[in-house]
Each structure stands twice: as C-alpha cells, then as structure tokens.
C-alpha cells in the first residue's frame, strides 16, 4: 500500500467528493491514508469573505476542533465520513445536532462534542494546515494529497468515480509522485 496524506477541510463539496475517491482506493488495499486537517478559514486569514460564506466559515471552524481532538487516524475518518455524509449529501448544517450525531455515529466519547467551542484545539488545526501549506510549497486550497514526498493540490474529482477508474487514477497520480520535474496540472472543474 502506499502511504498518503490527505489534508482536507470538511466544508468544502469538492474535497468530500475527493475523500471518497481516496477512501475507495485505500478500501481496495491501494492506499494506506493518514487523515489530516486544513483550514480554508486559515488559508483566507486577512482576505475579504463575502458575507454568505462567513456562517459557513464559522461551522467549518467548530467542526475542525472536533476533528482535532480525535487522534486516532481510524476514528478520524469514521468521524469525518460521518460529517460529511450529513453535510454534503444529506444538506444539514454543520450545527451542534449535526457534530453530535456525527460523534455518536462514529463511535466516540460524548465529550468528544466539547472540542467544537474549545480553542485550544485551534493550534492543531493550524499546525497541520501548516504542513499541508509546506508540503505543495505555496497556497493552495483543500484538499493536498502527499504521495511520498510529493503534495499536490486536488486532484479534484467531480463526480467520485468508479472503483476500476478511480484505481487507474490514484496509480497515474503514484506515477506522478515519482517524477521529480512533475509540478502541476490543472484543468477545469466538472459541474456537481
């Protein structure tokens, strides 16, 4: 299996759609996954925010604590799987409701739900938002993969593909990792 690093922040629709192309494969035994966190709120520290993103901005905050206080790598992801499914396919806020159905789902400590309004938790978010920023060597949004020792920005995936297609995906972006001159690729983004 090959190691990955998967830094995402859990607001954003493209990056779900990406973490379950990345689950998928790691479920295949191709991938072995380590879930991190970043933060878009981080990314856009000091920039203007239109005003209908700031509530949004605000839930991704408490929901990124309470991933930061789940140190297990397997219970991340149940967690994050668990977010995600109510946020980005069900339509539910990221609202206290949401963050303790999630816990609950995934197995966790009640408490676990204390860590959205605990700011303690900010510096985690911050240092591995850090290293996500570090490994691709400049600003880039969610989510970062690192294959190795190589990060990228993306690959966004739109809509999650097939199993067979996903596999052929992750080996070209494998491939891409081994190449040291291989820097960037970018094309536009498919519709939802």
Same mark, same amino acid.
């Given at each position: 299996?090959?190691?990955? /690093?998967?830094?995402? /922040?859990?607001?954003?629709? #493209?990056?779900? &759609?990406?973490?379950?192309?990345?689950? /998928? !494969?790691?479920?295949?035994?191709?991938?072995?996954?380590?879930?991190?966190? +970043?933060?878009?709120? !981080?990314?856009?520290?000091?920039?203007?925010?239109?005003?209908? #993103?700031?509530?949004? +901005?605000?839930?991704?905050?408490?929901?990124?604590?309470?991933?930061?206080? !789940?140190? /297990?790598?397997?219970?991340?992801?149940?967690?994050?799987?668990?977010?995600?499914? &109510?946020?980005?396919?069900?339509?539910?806020? #990221?609202?206290?409701?949401?963050?303790?159905?999630?816990?609950?789902e995934a197995g966790l400590p009640d408490e676990t739900v204390k860590a959205a309004d605990d700011e303690a938790f900010d510096a985690l978010v911050r240092a591995s938002h850090d290293d996500a920023q570090a490994a691709v060597g400049q600003e880039a949004g969610s989510p970062i993969l690192r294959v190795g020792g190589k990060a990228w920005f993306g690959p966004v995936v739109v809509p999650v593909p097939e199993r067979e297609e996903g596999l052929r995906l992750f080996e070209a972006v494998r491939l891409l990792a081994d190449v040291p001159s291989f820097s960037e690729l970018k094309g536009s983004r498919n519709p939802f």
């Amino acid at each position: 299996m090959t190691p990955v /690093d998967f830094f995402f /922040d859990p607001g954003c629709p #493209y990056t779900w &759609r990406t973490s379950r192309w990345i689950a /998928d !494969v790691a479920d295949a035994g191709a991938a072995a996954v380590t879930w991190r966190l +970043m933060s878009l709120s !981080v990314l856009n520290e000091g920039k203007e925010i239109p005003e209908e #993103y700031r509530p949004v +901005m605000a839930q991704n905050v408490r929901v990124l604590r309470v991933l930061a206080a !789940v140190e /297990d790598n397997d219970a991340r992801a149940r967690l994050f799987t668990a977010l995600g499914t &109510r946020r980005h396919e069900q339509g539910a806020d #990221y609202d206290d409701d949401t963050i303790a159905a999630a816990v609950a789902e995934a197995g966790l400590p009640d408490e676990t739900v204390k860590a959205a309004d605990d700011e303690a938790f900010d510096a985690l978010v911050r240092a591995s938002h850090d290293d996500a920023q570090a490994a691709v060597g400049q600003e880039a949004g969610s989510p970062i993969l690192r294959v190795g020792g190589k990060a990228w920005f993306g690959p966004v995936v739109v809509p999650v593909p097939e199993r067979e297609e996903g596999l052929r995906l992750f080996e070209a972006v494998r491939l891409l990792a081994d190449v040291p001159s291989f820097s960037e690729l970018k094309g536009s983004r498919n519709p939802f």
